[in-house]
């Protein structure tokens, strides 16, 4: 899926934030790690987790016959528990500054998020991608999901990084 290339450009930072976090006692710059939680909470989260994958292509995958249709209960722990990693992220930067007490918990969190995402990735672009692909020819042709126009088109234009009381993102439309 394209969507996963976007998300480890994501992980790339985490990745290297954790050499520099576990290396030496530099400050590490928050507001870039801030950013990154950011993106992964609203395009790898709110669009590509929840308005793709859990609503159109998971339910499709569990009616398959065989062992496919358990891979959406899997997956989708799976994202609950990287939405818990992206929230502690998203506090523990929002200052602008990640302290000396954080550095290893902070290091913790994002390794594992990072090593999770890879197998998750890797289970969902062999498992669950016919179906997207699928879906996405149907979208194309007038026929599928979001109204014909293409869910990942149709959002990124309203993709914004603010977020309402409730949390939900704030949409340009």
Known sequence: MREHGILRR???????????????????????LHRAAM??????????????????IF????????????????LTAQHERGREITDYILGATVHGMVGTADREPMARAMDALVRMYRAHAAHEDTRTSVVGNRLAFQSRRGGGVAGGGGLFTAWLPACDC???????????R
Do not use: K, S
Request: aromatic letters at 8%; a negative charge; glycine letters at 8%.
């Open 59 to 74: 339910p499709v995958v569990r009616t398959l016959p065989g062992p496919a249709a358990v891979y959406p209960d899997v």
């Open 10 to 32: 994501a992980l790339f930072a985490y990745t290297e934030a954790v050499l520099r976090l576990r290396g030496d006692t530099a400050p590490v710059d928050a507001g870039a």
């Open 39 to 56: 993106l992964f909470r609203t395009f790898g989260e709110d669009y590509h987790e929840r308005a793709l994958e859990e609503a159109h």
């Open 162 to 172: 603010r977020r309402d009381a409730t949390g939900r993102p704030v949409t340009n």
